[in-house]
T-cell receptor, first 111, second 111 residues
Framework: QKEVEQDPGPLSVPEGAIVSLNCTYS??????FMWYRQYSRKGPELLMY????GNKEDGRFTAQVDKSSKYISLFIRDSQPSDSATYLC???????????FGAGTRLTVKP | DGGITQSPKYLFRKEGQNVTLSCEQN?????MYWYRQDPGQGLRLIYY???????QKGDIAEGYSVSREKKESFPLTVTSAQKNPTAFYLC??????????FGPGTRLLVL
């Protein structure tokens, strides 16, 4: 079993839709949770960072963590064509030396 | 502007040749990382360094070497021992929180 599982998609939605991206992880020792956005041929850009269960909101983006289920989600409201990218989930242990990444979900938002 | 720079953007390697990828950061971060990204896979850790003159192997260090002579710089050498070097290479740095910030990447291709 992979440490982090993420559906690679691709996922295609119309502009304005609510997008839900998800990852599961296997090791309950992981305590830090990130979402990165990666445009084609670019480096990943940090979108959201959280270390606790619950929701964290930043504009149109909401990160949700359920440690009891080992399940993390990213919601994008009012999706825009500029949101078209690959979204990577990442989990980490204290000390920042064992970050694990999902394979990434490719999202396309159609005008 | 603070950030992480990687050069070159594209690099071509001939068989049997060693090539070096540059990574520089002006964020005053102590920790730096090198990842390899292949299509459909998550990022895999090659090497990391938490302080100057010290570095540790990651999950896929074979065929690669690094140095950390300055806090700002963490070059990666892809040696001739790496038989499948074609990939997108990403450098990252971290300044204390359990998250990482990425550079724009270098795409390595084999001639």
């Amino acid at each position: 079993q992979k440490e982090v599982e993420q559906d690679p998609g691709p996922l295609s939605v119309p502009e304005g839709a609510i997008v839900s991206l998800n990852c599961t992880y296997s090791n309950s020792a992981f305590q830090y949770f990130m979402w990165y956005r990666q445009y084609s041929r670019k480096g990943p850009e940090l979108l959201m960072y959280t270390y606790s269960s619950g929701n964290k909101e930043d504009g149109r983006f909401t990160a949700q963590v359920d440690k009891s289920s080992k399940y993390i989600s990213l919601f994008i409201r009012d999706s825009q064509p500029s949101d078209s990218a690959t979204y990577l989930c990442a989990i980490n242990l204290p000390g920042n030396n064992d970050m694990r990444f999902g394979a990434g979900t490719r999202l396309t938002v159609k005008p | 502007d603070g950030g992480i720079t990687q050069s070159p953007k594209y690099l071509f390697r001939k068989e049997g040749q060693n090539v070096t990828l540059s990574c520089e950061q002006n964020l005053n971060h102590d920790a730096m990382y090198w990842y390899r990204q292949d299509p459909g896979q998550g990022l895999r850790l090659i090497y990391y360094s938490q302080i100057v003159n010290d570095f540790q192997k990651g999950d896929i260090a074979e065929g690669y070497s690094v140095s950390r002579e300055k806090k700002e710089s963490f070059p990666l050498t892809v040696t001739s021992a790496q038989k499948n070097p074609t990939a997108f290479y990403l450098c990252a740095s971290a300044g204390g929180a359990e998250t990482q910030y990425f550079g724009p990447g270098t795409r390595l291709l084999v001639l």
